[in-house]
T-cell receptor
Framework: KQEVTQIPAALSVPEGENLVLNCSFT??????LQWFRQDPGKGLTSLLL?????REQTSGRLNASLDKSSGRSTLYIAASQPGDSATYLC??????????FGDGTTLTVKP | NAGVTQTPKFRVLKTGQSMTLLCAQD?????MYWYRQDPGMGLRLIHY???????AKGEVPDGYNVSRLKKQNFLLGLESAAPSQTSVYFC?????????????FGSGTRLTVV
């Protein structure tokens, strides 16, 4: 059974810092991995989708990497801003379309 | 550009009552999903549909029923609500297999069963 772990559960940083969020998974037979942002009381907004054949994806200040063999993905946020404060979730999806979500990392960026 | 719309956004039910949650998408997506989100449990798949007229069970289907009579709509029903069904419910859709295209989520329905 696939298990997805996101550590740390919560992170607080001062504005302007670069930071890395981690996502680990136990079964490397994944088809893709998707990073989401969730604001309090809101739905999930897709940030980046990485296919298993890719090593990384970039969107603005965000960069997501994927290492299937080690079962890890990282989400790098450059020059963090208070507006980046949210919970970040990763989801791994296998070839049959079955997805497993992590519990998320709650990020607080202090002005 | 509505994307995935869920109604209602909030609801309080008494134990034993029934209700239907509606999910509508305007992106012509084939696949639709219902998840529940609980603290410490992540998102868990309740039911899903791979096309109009089809439904299938997910990870936690007990106590729920679904219907997909129209491609754009996916309904989640609770026939006899229980306190254990207190949760935030999310609908999602994908163009085809999420493995290739990823998910688009709605904003959620917060349900409390008392």
């Amino acid at each position: 059974k696939q298990e997805v772990t996101q550590i740390p559960a919560a992170l607080s940083v001062p504005e302007g810092e670069n930071l890395v969020l981690n996502c680990s998974f136990t079964d490397s037979a994944i088809y893709n991995l998707q990073w989401f942002r969730q604001d309090p009381g809101k739905g999930l907004t897709s940030l980046l989708l990485i296919q298993s054949s890719q090593r990384e994806q970039t969107s603005g200040r965000l960069n997501a990497s994927l290492d299937k063999s080690s079962g890890r993905s990282t989400l790098y946020i450059a020059a963090s801003q208070p507006g980046d404060s949210a919970t970040y979730l990763c989801a791994v999806i296998n070839g049959a379309g079955k997805s497993t979500f992590g519990d998320g990392t709650t990020l607080t960026v202090k002005p | 550009n509505a994307g995935v719309t869920q109604t209602p956004k909030f609801r309080v039910l008494k134990t034993g009552q029934s209700m239907t949650l509606l999910c509508a998408q305007d992106m012509n997506h084939e696949y639709m999903y219902w998840y529940r989100q609980d603290p410490g449990m992540g998102l868990r798949l309740i039911h899903y549909s791979v096309g109009e007229g089809t439904t299938a069970k997910g990870e936690v289907p007990d106590g729920y029923n679904v219907s997909r009579l129209k491609k754009q709509n996916f309904l989640l029903g609770l026939e006899s609500a229980a306190p254990s069904q207190t949760s935030v419910y999310f609908c999602a859709s994908s163009y085809r297999l999420a493995a290739s295209y990823g998910y688009t989520f709605g904003s959620g329905t917060r349900l409390t069963v008392v």
